[in-house]
C-alpha cells in the first residue's frame, strides 16, 4: 500500500515552453501533498504544500507564478514548470500524506526535468 | 532559522556498523524521520521518533534526544546495497506534516 507515482519520469523541454508534472496517490486519499525539488547530490528542498481543493502554500523563494500547483482530487496534484529555462532543471519529488493520520510522506519516484 | 546538520559523506565496510549522525535546531519539533534514498530514486521511510530514546527495526535503529536535538541512525551488518544517502528530517509543528530535510548523508559500502 501507500504508492505514489510520477508522471513522467523524466523530460526534455525548449527554454521558454511549460512543463506540467502529474504525482498521484494510487492506493490511497491524500489530503496533503508537497512539492520538493533536488540539485545533484543535495537534500530536498521544499517547495510547496498542495492540499485537496485549497490553493497551494510556497516556501519563502518560490515563485507561486512560475511553479504551478494544483490539488484537484484527493488522488493527483500537478506541478507546471512555466517558462522554463535551464536553472529549472532539477529533480522534482512529491509526496503525499494520508487520510488515515499516519505520521510519515510517501514519495513519489520523481521526475528529472532538464531544460535545453 | 532552521538549521539540520549531517555528515556529508561516510564510508564503512560490509558486515560493519555504522552510526549516522543528525542534529537539529528548529522552532518547534513534533517528530524526526530518517529516509533512505537510493541515486535517482524516491525516498524510501526508514524510522519516525517522536519520543527520546531508541526505536529498532531489524538492522536499522534510530536514538532521539529531544534535549540536545539530536538524532542517530545506526545500521548493523552492512550490505552492499545500504549504499545510498540517508536524509534526517524534522517536522516542526504539528498539524502541518511538512517537513525540514537534512543535508542528507552519502554511504558507501565497501566489500
Known amino acids: 500500500g501507500a504508492v505514489v507515482s510520477q508522471h513522467p519520469s523524466w523530460v526534455i523541454c525548449k527554454s521558454g515552453t511549460s512543463v506540467k508534472i502529474e504525482c498521484r496517490s494510487l492506493?490511497?486519499?491524500?489530503?496533503?501533498m508537497f512539492w520538493y525539488r533536488q540539485f545533484p547530490k543535495q537534500s530536498l528542498m521544499l517547495m510547496a504544500t498542495?492540499?485537496?481543493?485549497?490553493?497551494?502554500?510556497?516556501e519563502q523563494g518560490v515563485e507561486k507564478d512560475k511553479f504551478l500547483i494544483n490539488h484537484a482530487s484527493l488522488t493527483l496534484s500537478t506541478l507546471t514548470v512555466t517558462s522554463a529555462h535551464p536553472e529549472d532543471s532539477s529533480f522534482y519529488i512529491c509526496?503525499?500524506?494520508?487520510?488515515?493520520?499516519?505520521?510519515?510522506?510517501?514519495f513519489g519516484p520523481g521526475t528529472r526535468l532538464t531544460v535545453l | 532559522g532552521q538549521n539540520i546538520d549531517q555528515p556529508t559523506e561516510m564510508t564503512a565496510t560490509e558486515g560493519a556498523i555504522v552510526q549516522i549522525n543528525c542534529t537539529y535546531q528548529?522552532?518547534?519539533?513534533?517528530?524526526l524521520f530518517w529516509y533512505q534514498q537510493h541515486a535517482g530514486e524516491a525516498p524510501t521511510f526508514l524510522s519516525y521518533?517522536?519520543?527520546?530514546g531508541l526505536e529498532e527495526k531489524g538492522r536499522f535503529s534510530s536514538f532521539l534526544s529531544r534535549s540536545k536535538g539530536y538524532s542517530y541512525l545506526l545500521l548493523k551488518e552492512l550490505q552492499m546495497k545500504d549504499s545510498a544517502s540517508y536524509l534526517c528530517?524534522?517536522?516542526?509543528?504539528?498539524?502541518?506534516?511538512?517537513?525540514?530535510f537534512g543535508t542528507g548523508t552519502r554511504l558507501k559500502v565497501l566489500a
Open positions: 509526496s503525499a500524506r494520508g487520510t488515515s493520520g499516519g505520521n510519515e510522506q510517501f
Open positions: 492506493d490511497f486519499q491524500a489530503t496533503t
Open positions: 498542495s492540499n485537496e481543493g485549497s490553493k497551494a502554500t510556497y
Open positions: 528548529t522552532s518547534g519539533f513534533n517528530g
Open positions: 521518533n517522536v519520543l527520546d
Open positions: 528530517a524534522v517536522r516542526d509543528r504539528p498539524g502541518t506534516y511538512k517537513y525540514i
